[in-house]
DNA sequence: CATATACTTAAGCATATGCTTAACCAAACC
DNA sequence: GGTTTGGTTAAGCATATGCTTAAGTATATG
């Protein structure tokens, strides 16, 4: 398994931002242009556009397009790389408690059987 | 559902750095000290020590000091959060495509029957 | 053809981030 | 009591981030 560190540094950056995590859930509702993007922000277009340059980098956006319009949309993957990275964590420190919790146990039958070891 | 916007910004950037991403895996396997979190990491300690404080800020690892050794361990709540948050993400545009998805049945289904509406 | 719309590009600026080194403090060791 | 060990605090600095305004481009629309 390649240590992919870059992708995930980008897509973790760019979900750490409260507009760009904005314009995630709305694209996660379906395509919007840039200007459905920036209208419940409250800043210029071109600070908009910069943070979908961001989004974009991070590969969690694709865009198009489409006369002078441009229609962005979600790109599932990145967010699953993500999800993933943190779903390892939580299993690495879940069978660790699961041992932990074997030790404990052994502990507590070791304690009855009368302190053995 | 209260808009808890705050600790997911702390939180994807905490997880946005991959020094911290290591100390995080290398946590989510048992508490380390600092030292210990330090090792594998190509910079001073007090650089650790501020990752420390960023990966502390976010709900994500706590620490207490046993004598002069400061113990640190992961705190599993926060990634939680993280990844709720994307997992609902997800689960909305499943839910979008689904739609789509009975929307091209329909237009199949319709187109078989000779194209009406 | 003229004008409005939907971005786009460029430049500038204030603040935040990610380090560094130097100096300091307190628990453990000899 | 002196010294090592493990960490902490402070100051400084280079670069990155997140905006801004001003000016430009390309596609509709009347």
Redesign the pocket.
């Known amino acids: 398994m390649l240590n992919q560190t870059v992708p995930l540094d980008r897509v973790f950056?760019a979900l750490?931002?409260p507009?760009r995590r904005g314009m995630v859930e709305r694209l996660s509702r379906g395509p919007a242009?840039?200007?459905?993007l920036?209208r419940p922000l409250?800043?210029?277009?071109?600070?908009v556009?910069?943070?979908?340059a961001?989004l974009e980098g991070s590969g969690l956006v694709r865009s198009e397009?489409v006369?002078?319009?441009?229609v962005c949309r979600i790109e599932p993957a990145a967010l699953g790389t993500a999800e993933r990275w943190i779903a390892e964590r939580r299993t690495l420190w879940e069978h660790r408690l699961d041992r932990l919790g074997d030790l404990l146990a052994e502990d507590a039958d070791a304690s009855h059987r009368g302190r053995e070891s």
Chains 1, 2 share one sequence.
């Open positions: 950056h750490a931002d507009s242009s840039v200007g459905e920036a409250a800043m210029s277009l071109p600070a556009v910069q943070h979908l961001v397009k006369g002078r319009v441009r």
